[in-house]
């Protein structure tokens, strides 16, 4: 398909704006994500510290 | 559409009730006005997700013609409310405060949604919420669909999370009341930080049928109002066992606070220094003012602590391995990353990696917590804190950081209580309690599991001595 230098223009014009007006995905940088890690690793560090008494069953309910 | 005097959008659910009986306004003139004015005003605060005007005035009709054949269905009947963004409302939009969901619709009501129906609210409108709950975290009040949600009381202010909207429409007479839902903070937070009642109840009284999935085993629904009085009358509409909700006590809740121990019997549990260091220096004024209040009621006052736990990373690991498995697809497919906020965006790609000992080791924790808790019910009825430790903080403030810090060393009082009380699925009850630098700050009043009468039986007396939840923001 031809188009004209007049037809092009429009074309990208268009799509630029389209492009500008759909927000963009605020993707967590890889450094969010290790901090997020290092927040779980930080809880499990902490819950290993913890005893539990070995009777002790989980506080969810299961119902049969 | 016949006028309908202004003094009606703060007046509480039995003074509309009552004017509704006495025929001063029809129902449907009733809820055409709340509705517009919540579609008016509710942008203003980034509180409102979906006006609901034309279904309002069709409910507000319906209750005509119940007063008009002299049929009374509750006290609920013809007053307007709205409901939090995750409750499914039959054929409209329910977004979950997220851009991935934003066209979502489902095919039936919430089970709260169709209580209310059937007591003679009106729903004029779904309201703002934090993305997702909230559930993986985040850094700023932005992080919602609808935007950053703003405190009626100074607009520069956060309303809290993640029940934004809910809160902030009760305080700027936009719903006569509202439902929240919370998993860990998310009522008690925006009530204390708006000013109004609000009410957690235990976990399993209220059905979570329709309602977003965050953490099976923590997640509440509860209403957000203009008094003690009102949270129960509306509980009383929404709680009750539901075959639906696999949590569901099966339990009915009645409001009769009439028949709740006496105050002069009952021992309050607090940490002094809850009220004094461990509170921002603005505050303390108004909690000690409100600590005095509640004396001259005749409760006895006795200090406590919480038993030893690490509430907050038990309460993290749990949220974050439900709600790993609730978004596992949104998080594969990678819709994740439409959501605003990094923090949370990471915080729930992080999830999916938890590993089930860390799972287990929290829940079975949680047993000993429960088991804890019901022997501190022995020693004391009710705990007292503050709801937070300040006033609401400022949009720009960065969530995931430590805000206010009291000195080294201080005690830590009953620091913990809202991740303690949402492990333990206790009920809890948030009333407005002074100014900090002309915003609200609140009390939280914390049960043992299924004493609402008793909560709302002390937060009815407290609120006959003050008039702070009768209080509103300075430009309504």
Redo the contacts between chains.
């Keep these: 398909m031809k188009l004209t230098r007049r037809q092009l223009a429009a074309a990208i014009s268009g799509a630029a704006i389209a492009q500008a007006q759909t ?1 963009q ?5 890889p450094d ?2 290790e ?3 290092g ?2 690793k ?3 560090d ?3 510290q ?1 005893d ?2 070995a009777a ?6 299961f ?1 049969a | 559409m016949a006028a309908i005097p202004s003094d009606v959008y703060f007046n509480t659910i039995s003074e509309l009730s009552a004017r509704l009986k006495a025929k001063e306004f029809k129902a449907e003139d009733l809820a055409h006005a709340f509705a517009e004015r919540l579609a008016q005003l509710g942008p203003r605060y980034n509180a409102l997700a979906l006006p609901l005007t034309q279904e309002a005035r069709r409910k507000g009709k319906a209750v005509d013609q119940d007063i008009k054949n002299d049929r009374w269905r509750s006290p609920l009947q013809g007053i307007p409310y709205g409901a939090k963004d995750l409750l499914a409302y039959k054929g409209q939009p329910t977004t979950w405060g997220a851009k991935p969901y934003a066209g979502q619709v489902f095919d039936f009501n919430a089970t709260v949604i169709d209580k209310l129906d059937a007591a003679g609210a009106a729903l004029t409108g779904k309201l703002a919420m934090v993305e997702l709950a909230g559930g993986g975290g985040y850094r700023f009040a932005s992080a919602s669909l609808t935007g950053p949600g703003l405190n009626p009381w100074d607009r520069t202010r956060w309303s809290g999370g993640s029940s934004s909207g809910p809160a902030a429409a009760v305080a700027a007479g936009l719903v006569t009341f509202a439902l929240g839902s919370e998993t860990s903070g998310s009522i008690v937070t925006p009530a204390s930080y708006c000013g109004v009642t609000g009410l957690r109840p235990t976990y399993g009284l209220v059905s979570r049928h329709g309602a977003m999935a965050l953490s099976w085993t923590l997640d509440k629904i509860g209403p957000m109002a203009r008094s003690a009085e009102d949270c129960g009358r509306i509980l009383q509409a929404i709680a009750g066992g539901d075959g639906k909700d696999p949590g569901s006590a099966g339990t009915s809740f009645y409001y009769a606070p009439q028949y709740a121990r006496p105050l002069k019997e009952l021992k309050v549990g607090y940490a002094p220094v809850d009220f004094a260091d461990r509170a921002e220096e603005s505050a303390r004024p108004a909690f000690q003012a409100a600590l005095s209040a509640l004396k001259e009621t005749g409760v006895t006052l006795v200090e406590t602590k919480l038993p030893p736990f690490p509430y907050g990373p038990i309460l993290s690991t749990i949220l974050a391995a439900e709600q790993a498995s609730n978004f596992e697809q949104l998080i594969n497919s990678g819709k994740v990353d439409q959501l605003i906020d990094a923090v949370q965006i990471a915080g729930l790609k992080a999830s999916l990696e938890l590993p089930a000992r860390d799972y287990l080791k929290a829940v079975r924790l949680r047993r000993l917590i429960q088991e804890e808790f019901r022997k501190l019910f022995t020693q004391v009825d009710v705990l007292l804190a503050p709801g937070r430790p300040g006033p609401a903080s400022k949009l720009e403030q960065a969530l995931d950081r430590a805000g206010f810090q009291p000195p080294a060393g201080t005690p830590p009082g009953l620091q913990g209580i809202i991740q303690a009380g949402n492990l333990a699925g206790l009920p809890a009850l948030v009333l407005p309690c002074g100014l900090a630098d002309s915003l609200p700050v609140a009390l939280q009043v914390v049960g043992a599991p299924f004493t609402e009468n008793l909560l709302l039986g002390i937060g009815r007396e407290f609120q006959t001595r003050t008039d702070w939840h009768k209080r509103r923001p300075p430009e309504l």
């Design positions: 927000p995905p605020s993707a967590a940088p969010e994500l901090a997020a890690r927040r779980l930080a809880n499990s902490l819950l290993a913890q539990v008494p002790t069953e989980p506080a969810f309910r119902q």
